[in-house]
């Protein structure tokens, strides 16, 4: 019989099945050759994470996995590249989504503690590192041949350094149901406790088979989570009702901490908490240079050679949106006075190079404006003079959902309020009505979207 040919990756991994593909990546079985160890190797194509503004989501997901060295979640081996692709050496986990057994029913007590206590173990881990994932749920949740989870699909993840001055993060990102209320009201959040709420959503969904949040009306159901609306069904033990209404807690400030979960009865049965010495359990931080270098991208410069990172269709998602449309205007459910909202927000067929040049143009001939560009992806207006309240300060993020498709949002971060909607009305409008398609009113189809 012919032996069949085999497929050799840098010379390093054998290539095996394909068990599994999506729009940009595909996953192959595969066995290093040095230690004949199977692993799994994602090949992801450059030229297309380039084209949809993916790229900063693969360095994301790089930087995040290398700081998480725990037994819960998956781990990355290493990042290898040539000119057309990406490839990740990974881990192998050969058990499936936890999704796939949810989707079966509920699961039964012991089962569901267990995977939650690893799940938590893991989300602590990745907390202690200044890892945030952000959208964890059954699906981004594995589960190895003996039965353990893996917490896996950090390209949503958030570093410590990704905090704005106020301490907090902004990306509202996520997955609808499991998302936390604060994250939807756009004013920024705690990571951490962010992630604590979706754990919370996944208890529940162990031990219950369905979702506590849930509504054929998004609208509706963004009411129920900022309610904190659910109800648990009559066969969750009382301590578990308990855990789950304090995890579900709508105000993050009351909402319970990991060490307090720790701290249960119910959840201490049969726990070990993972203790490695070889690692901190102090946050640290991870530099990014590297894999800049490794996948330099075309993104915005000037032609003296600085660069602006703006965000791309990876961020701006469902809530994103909806809250563009007039009609699903959400700041209802989260502010309690619409005057004195500080936002502003404008969709445009330029590209995010063209809005930021437009933005120092106006700023110059304001002539008591300056621009500056953070490494955060966050253009800054800032005053030079001083008014009622000191100088004014405004944000300006720029969201490019397609090459010719970009939004851009404003928020006043200091300064008087009258002062600012003066400038939005007398200056910034006008400087900008050629190229603003609509100042939050309608939203324009967006062609070819993907999916959130």
């Known amino acids: 019989m012919e032996k ?27 066995r290093n050759l040095k230690t004949g160890e199977n692993v799994a190797i994602k090949i992801i194509d450059k030229e297309k994470v380039l084209q949809i503004g993916l790229i900063d989501q693969i360095k994301r997901e790089i930087s995040t996995m290398r700081l998480v060295r725990h037994p819960n979640v998956v781990r990355l081996y290493e990042v290898m590249a040539s000119k057309t692709k990406i490839y990740f050496a990974m881990e192998l986990v050969r058990g499936g989504e936890l999704f796939d057994k949810v989707a ?10 267990k995977y939650f206590q690893q799940l938590i173990g893991a989300v ?16 981004n949740l594995l589960v190895d041949e003996y039965g353990n989870l893996k917490v896996t699909d950090f390209g949503l993840s958030a570093l410590l350094e990704s905090r704005r001055q106020d301490g907090l993060l902004h990306t509202t990102c996520g997955t609808p149901a499991y998302v936390a ?22 208890l529940f969904v162990l031990m219950a088979g369905y979702l506590p ?19 648990c069904p009559p066969w969750f033990p009382q301590d578990v009702r308990k855990l789950v209404t304090s995890l579900l807690d709508p105000n993050p400030e009351t909402r319970i901490t990991i ?22 359990r102090t946050s640290s931080t991870v530099s990014l240079s590297d894999v800049r270098d490794a996948f330099a991208t075309p993104d915005t410069e000037k032609q003296d050679g600085t660069s602006l990172k703006v965000s791309r269709s990876a961020s701006f998602n469902a809530f994103d949106l909806i809250s563009l449309s007039q009609g699903f205007d959400l700041s209802g459910l989260f502010e309690k006075d619409s005057s ?13 190079s063209a809005l930021v040049t437009r933005l120092e143009e106006m700023a110059s001939a304001e002539q008591s404006f300056r621009v500056e560009r953070g490494d955060d992806g966050v253009v800054r207006l800032q005053g030079s003079k001083e008014g009622r309240k000191g100088q004014l300060g405004i944000d300006a993020e720029i969201i490019e959902v397609t090459p010719s498709f970009s ?16 400038f939005c009305d007398q200056a910034l409008k006008p400087s900008l009505k050629d190229v603003a398609r609509a100042w939050q009113e309608s939203l324009p189809t967006v062609p070819e979207a993907q999916p959130v």
């Open 259 to 280: 060490e307090k979960v720790m701290e249960y009865p119910w959840f201490r049965k049969g726990f070990k908490r993972f203790e490695d010495p070889k690692l901190s």
């Open 340 to 352: 004195e909202k500080m936002e502003a927000r404008f969709t445009s067929t330029k590209s995010a």
């Open 181 to 202: 209320p604060e994250v939807i009201s756009r004013k920024g959040y705690d990571g951490a406790k962010a992630d604590i709420w979706s754990c919370g959503v996944v």
């Open 104 to 113: 079966r029913g509920k699961l039964k007590e012991d089962a569901a503690r």
């Open 124 to 139: 602590d881990f990745c907390h202690s590192r200044g890892v945030y994932h952000r959208d964890l749920k059954p699906e």
């Open 4 to 30: 069949k040919a085999t497929s050799v990756l840098m010379n390093k991994y054998e290539l095996g099945r394909l068990l599994g593909h999506g729009t940009f990546a595909k996953v192959y079985h595969a």
């Open 213 to 231: 949040f849930h509504d054929s009306n998004l609208m509706e159901m963004y009411r129920k989570i900022m309610r904190g609306s659910f109800r």
């Open 407 to 422: 939004i851009l949002e404003l928020k006043k971060t200091a300064g008087d309020t009258l002062e600012y909607k003066e």
